[in-house]
């Protein structure tokens, strides 16, 4: 049977390399992974009966398209109170099926054919393909030589190095994946207002956002409000990345558009997964504390002993990834660092060739795992740096 020809942007994307090395390593008999970045936390018992109740109280009808009104008014006093932000329950928040969504939602919302969009590397992969899928270019900036930090001096550059591209907008992700490295109030500012200067859109992805080891999360959304898709959800900071719940969050003119889009995707969230959301941001305003005081822990770990190792390691305020340089005299690319680890030590990290620009000579590590496997892991490496150091 013959048939015609799929969407051609299929043939520009691709699984993830994430995915990929994941699942080829997942073969190996033993193989320890600090690879994906999901938290090892099971959701808070409180939300979980919230989504018992629901199922109980029979929530199994749709919502309106832009999510419960109990669920935007507990998201819009959630990140008011932690954020300062202040978007309206009723026009200003929608609820999505995940942040993923909310990406998706958020730049098919912006973009026309032929655009671009400037995008700062290394970066969370899953960015790009929704760029391709809708007809966009992403420009890349190489932040490894700014401590992995966007700055107004890079975005300009990096116009001015592009005069002919309709670039529309940045994409940013703070507290950051692969780097852990996340924005001061004094970097949110500038970058909003260099934005401002040449009208651009922001889409800001703050997943993360209550994963900060230092001063808390500042929001794009306080210095940028007018130009400003702000993504975020539970899935980090309730361990709820199974729910599927998350929020696209900006001024009413741009969700009134998103509105759209987003009915047409998916119509709407799960109804159950968001009664359990309002549980969650209305009696769990703190749930993340706990999570967050063992991934600091676990970061200090890490952290020092990479530093031991030989490795360099760029800031981690946040998030729970560490992004580190390959010592220069294993001699080794990303790529062949992290299979010769998993084929020899059976422990599996990420190549930082997976996010972009930058990001070859790195590996990343997710400590998104419990100190007993964090302790394996850094033996495991240990052993792999001195072998291939006395080779």
Not at 116 to 127: D, T
Not at 189 to 202: C, F, G, S, V, W
Request: hydrophobic letters at 40%; charged letters at 20%; proline letters at 5%.
């Amino acid at each position: 049977m013959k048939l015609q020809p799929l969407n051609k942007q299929l043939t520009d994307i691709d699984v993830s390399e994430i995915r990929q090395f994941d699942e080829s390593v997942s073969k190996i008999p033993g193989i320890l992974k600090l690879t994906l970045g999901e938290p090892d936390f099971n959701t808070p018992e409180h939300v979980k009966q919230a989504g018992i109740e629901a199922i109980q109280e029979n929530y199994s009808h749709y919502t309106g398209m832009v999510g419960d009104p109990e669920l935007r008014e507990a998201a819009q006093h959630f990140f008011k109170t932690k954020y300062a932000t202040d978007y309206t329950a009723e026009d200003e928040i929608l609820v999505t099926v995940g942040a993923t969504e909310a990406l998706a939602t958020a730049i098919t919302t912006i973009s026309d054919p032929g655009d671009a969009m400037l995008v700062p590397s290394p970066i969370y992969p899953g960015y790009i393909p929704l760029l391709t899928l809708n007809h966009v270019t992403p420009i890349y900036m190489d932040t490894s030589k700014t401590n992995f930090v966007l700055t107004p001096a890079l975005i300009e550059a990096t116009i001015a190095a592009h005069p002919d591209a309709k670039i529309k907008g940045i994409i940013l992700n703070y507290p950051s994946n692969p780097t852990g490295v996340t924005y001061r109030a004094s970097e949110v500012k500038a970058i909003a207002a260099t934005a401002a200067e040449h009208d651009l859109y922001i889409i800001c992805d703050e997943i993360y956002s209550e994963l900060t080891y230092g001063d808390s999360h500042v929001s794009m959304g306080s210095y940028a409000y007018d130009r400003t898709f702000v993504v975020n959800g539970l899935s980090k900071s309730h361990a709820m990345t199974g729910w599927r719940i998350g929020f696209l969050m900006g001024p009413r003119v741009l969700i009134a558009e998103a509105k759209k889009v987003h009915q047409y995707l998916v119509t709407a969230a799960t109804t159950i997964a968001q009664r359990a959301g309002i549980e969650a941001l209305t009696n769990g305003q703190d749930d993340a504390q706990v999570m967050k005081a063992a991934y600091a822990k676990r970061r200090d770990f890490v952290y020092q002993a990479l530093l031991d190792m030989g490795f360099d390691v760029a800031r981690p305020d946040g998030a729970f990834y560490l992004f580190a340089k390959i010592p220069i005299e294993l001699g080794l690319d990303s790529r062949q660092f992290t299979q010769s680890l998993a084929t020899e030590q059976k422990l599996a990290l990420i190549s930082g060739t997976a996010f972009g620009p930058g990001g070859e000579g790195y590996i990343r590590i997710s400590y998104a795992a419990s100190m007993a496997d964090l302790k394996e892991a850094v033996k495991r490496l240990q052993a792999f740096i001195a072998a291939h150091k006395a080779a």
